[in-house]
């Protein structure tokens, strides 16, 4: 079955995570929408002004432009943002697929999350704006973080792409219902050698969230849209219904 897709980056990250997914799903006859979060990629917001209800709603306004429900896939951080956005927008949504992402229960925050990670290299590594708005990324480690097991051009786009992280979203507590966040049927994509939000991590949050239908593995680090692709696009198009 033919799906519109959503697919939502994460964290140091922007739309051009998706460049090499997006048309392997869309040759399989599906409908892709990528967009750059404010803050990101190439959207002119200031990190300082940045909010997690401005995620919320850049990512909402994309779903309620299409006709019918859509599949909405969120990368690490951005496990937050479609999880706040199913609790909205429930009827619009046909699945949520968490890609190495956070899973939040009702009440969470990123920050805390994040902060339970011993395997992440991303908290121990950041470098804070003298107010604190933002953070940025030593570029080894962003490389190793976000491109350690891809090619050299994958690493030097990281490179290239690299902006400062806004940080007000992070510490946003989620309110998620079982009556709409939790009747959105959820699917999981864990990343087995993952510096960027630990695959320990990922198996406690899965397992914390009895909703979550099924669960694939994927033998990469942190961004499995760049180091796997073909394998990425694969399991977004065999999902079941």
């Given at each position: 079955?033919k799906?519109?897709f959503?697919l939502?980056?994460?964290?140091?990250a922007?739309?051009?995570?998706w460049q090499?997914?997006?048309?392997?799903?869309?040759?399989a006859?599906h409908?892709?929408?990528?967009?750059?979060?404010?803050?990101?990629?190439?959207?002119?917001?200031?990190p300082?002004?940045?909010?997690?209800?401005?995620?919320?709603?850049?990512?909402?306004?994309?779903?309620?432009?299409?006709?019918g429900?859509?599949?909405l896939?969120?990368?690490?951080?951005?496990?937050m943002?479609i999880s706040?956005?199913?609790?909205?927008?429930?009827?619009?949504?046909?699945?949520?697929?968490?890609?190495?992402?956070?899973?939040?229960?009702?009440?969470?925050d990123?920050?805390?999350?994040a902060?339970?990670d011993a395997?992440?290299?991303i908290?121990?590594?950041?470098q804070?704006?003298?107010?604190?708005?933002s953070?940025s990324?030593?570029?080894?480690?962003?490389?190793?973080?976000?491109?350690?097991?891809?090619s050299?051009?994958?690493?030097?786009?990281?490179?290239?792409?690299?902006?400062p992280?806004?940080?007000?979203a992070?510490?946003?507590?989620?309110?998620?219902?079982?009556?709409?966040?939790?009747?959105?049927p959820?699917?999981?994509?864990?990343?087995?050698?993952?510096?960027?939000?630990?695959?320990?991590?990922?198996?406690?949050?899965?397992?914390?969230?009895?909703?979550?239908?099924?669960?694939?593995?994927?033998?990469?680090?942190?961004?499995?849209?760049?180091a796997?692709?073909?394998?990425?696009?694969a399991i977004l198009?065999q999902?079941?219904?």
């Amino acid at each position: 079955m033919k799906t519109t897709f959503v697919l939502v980056h994460g964290a140091f990250a922007g739309q051009y995570a998706w460049q090499l997914v997006k048309p392997l799903l869309e040759q399989a006859g599906h409908t892709v929408i990528t967009l750059d979060l404010p803050g990101h990629g190439d959207d002119p917001t200031p990190p300082g002004s940045v909010t997690f209800a401005q995620y919320v709603d850049a990512v909402s306004q994309r779903i309620t432009a299409e006709a019918g429900p859509v599949t909405l896939v969120g990368h690490s951080m951005a496990g937050m943002v479609i999880s706040a956005v199913a609790e909205q927008l429930p009827d619009r949504l046909a699945k949520l697929v968490y890609l190495s992402a956070y899973l939040p229960q009702n009440g969470d925050d990123l920050q805390t999350l994040a902060g339970s990670d011993a395997e992440s290299l991303i908290g121990p590594n950041l470098q804070f704006a003298p107010d604190y708005s933002s953070a940025s990324l030593p570029e080894e480690v962003a490389v190793q973080v976000f491109a350690g097991d891809c090619s050299d051009e994958i690493k030097a786009l990281v490179k290239a792409k690299a902006r400062p992280e806004p940080l007000a979203a992070f510490q946003t507590k989620v309110e998620l219902t079982d009556a709409n966040f939790g009747r959105v049927p959820k699917f999981y994509i864990e990343t087995l050698a993952d510096q960027g939000v630990g695959n320990t991590l990922q198996r406690r949050m899965v397992a914390a969230n009895s909703q979550v239908r099924q669960v694939y593995s994927m033998n990469c680090g942190h961004s499995a849209y760049f180091a796997l692709p073909t394998e990425l696009a694969a399991i977004l198009d065999q999902l079941p219904d």
